[in-house]
Nanobody, 123 residues
Framework: VQLQACGGGLVQAGGSLNLSCVASGDTFTSHVMGWFRQAPGKEREFVAASTWRSDDVEYADSVKGRFTITRDNAKKMVYLQINNLKPEDTAVYYC?????????????????WGKGTLVTVSS
C-alpha cells in the first residue's frame, strides 16, 4: 500500500488543520490506520488510530479532546482534524497502516508509512 499525507502548514496557536491521507494499492479496509508525529530531535510518537469500522479509536493523552481521527473506507482516506493547536504540536505528521485489525500504539506494529506532512505552530 502507498500512503500520501497532506494538509500540513503554518498556523498560529489556537488554530486548526485537517490532515488527509490517501491510500492506494493494497488492502485498506480491514487494517487499523493511524497517525504518528515526529518533532525535531525527538522520537516518532503515536497520535491516533482507528479500526476500519471506527469502533475502536485511541488517542495519545497529549491530543485527547483536540484531535479527531476519521476514515472513509470507500475513498481509502483517513483524516486527522486538529483543533486548538499548540506550539508543542509542531512536527512532521505521518499516516500509517497497521499490520493488525486491532488498535495498538506501537510504531513497530505499523508496516506501511506515508511521507509526512509538516505542521508548524507559531506562538
Amino acid at each position: 500500500v502507498q500512503l500520501q499525507a497532506c494538509g500540513g502548514g503554518l498556523v498560529q496557536a489556537g488554530g486548526s488543520l485537517n490532515l488527509s491521507c490517501v491510500a492506494s494499492g493494497d488492502t485498506f479496509t480491514s487494517h487499523v490506520m493511524g497517525w504518528f508525529r515526529q518533532a525535531p530531535g525527538k522520537e516518532r510518537e503515536f497520535v491516533a488510530a482507528s479500526t476500519w469500522r471506527s469502533d475502536d479509536v485511541e488517542y495519545a493523552d497529549s491530543v485527547k479532546g483536540r484531535f479527531t481521527i476519521t476514515r472513509d473506507n470507500a475513498k481509502k482516506m483517513v483524516y486527522l482534524q486538529i483543533n486548538n493547536l499548540k506550539p508543542e504540536d509542531t512536527a512532521v505528521y505521518y499516516c500509517a497502516r497497521s499490520r493488525y485489525t486491532i488498535v495498538t500504539q506501537l510504531k513497530d506494529d505499523f508496516a506501511a508509512w506515508g511521507k509526512g506532512t509538516l505542521v508548524t505552530v507559531s506562538s
